[in-house]
């Protein structure tokens, strides 16, 4: 198992795969894009961000509904997987990664827990939402919900690698 860090293996991957990628951030504060941008030559796969971290800029810069808000809430799985879709279109990338949780350590709720925390994929081949449920302080929440990001794009580029896989 490489011990490399997972922002230079995806950095490889996105540019042997001639792929781009826009990130759509809430609970993690721009940590991914901060992670992805600190690997060199990284502006020639990543186009851009968007830290929407109250509601009204979840709705105002990726375009997600205020209906969906108020019936999922921002922390869902409806929420990550529109916040991708948008932030992939709105910036035309092949891929986006969107982040949403509760990095505590207020604002949890039974439903809702703090560390609570949805991460979604969207690309134009597949779109997946994982669930997770971090039990550290704020910024191990944070750090946790980064690295979970960067490895759900990590399996989607090695996947599109393997041997009958479509590349677009």
């Not at 986006?96 to 703090?114: F, M, R, Y």
Request: some cysteine; charged content about 25%.
């Amino acid at each position: 198992m490489s011990t490399e860090p997972l922002e230079k293996v995806v950095g490889r991957l996105l540019t042997e795969q001639k792929q781009t990628i826009a990130l759509a951030e809430s609970c993690t504060g721009g940590l991914v894009a901060h992670r992805l941008t600190n690997v060199p030559g990284s502006s020639s796969y990543f186009i851009g961000g968007v830290v929407s971290y109250a509601n009204e800029a979840k709705e105002r810069m990726l375009g997600v509904s205020h209906r969906m808000l108020q019936e999922h809430g921002a922390v869902s799985e409806e929420t990550a997987r529109e916040m991708a879709r948008r932030v992939r279109r709105r910036l035309q990338t092949d891929v986006a990664l969107a982040v949403t949780g509760i990095a505590g350590p207020s604002g949890g709720t039974p439903e809702k827990p703090v560390g609570l925390t949805y991460i979604a994929l969207a690309a134009k081949d597949l779109e997946r939402c994982e669930r997770y449920l971090w039990q550290g302080d704020r910024s191990a929440n944070k750090e946790q919900s980064a690295e979970a990001a960067l490895g759900m794009l990590r399996e989607y580029l090695e996947a599109r690698q393997a041997p009958g896989a479509t590349k677009g």
